[in-house]
């Protein structure tokens, strides 16, 4: 999935028992880190939390914000890696999304290109903000 500078991402992970596969409680809140293409250290780290606890058991959520000021970039790939614990026994889950790369207003140009004038050659001949 692509997304763009500043919008919302939601993860989500279950956890289920080592032993019969039953859907469980983590020990703790599991983990996540979120890492840029190959780099070694995270951008972001935190915690999932409960989601519905009351009807679900093991399910767990966090909503991060896409944004520069958070260390993303346009035209980068992200994995978030997700730890969880079930009685002492580690389990793991990899996200993967993509960020938008630079975004063209197709609009603004139609607009723009709209207000050229050309000769019978396609050369431009005027533009409203220009003369040749």
Known sequence: ????????ITFTCNTHSPSTGAATDADSDPAYRVYE?????????GVLSKLDDSNTVGFYSEQITLSAANGFENGKDYNIYIAAAVGAITGTKNIHF???????NVSSIKTQTDKLTYDSDNYILSHPSTSV
Not at 1 to 8: A, G, K, N, Q, T
């Open 1 to 8: 999935m692509f997304y763009s500078i500043d919008d919302l």
């Open 37 to 45: 293409e190959e780099t070694t250290s995270p951008i972001l780290t």
């Open 98 to 104: 993509r960020m938008k790369a630079l975004e063209t």
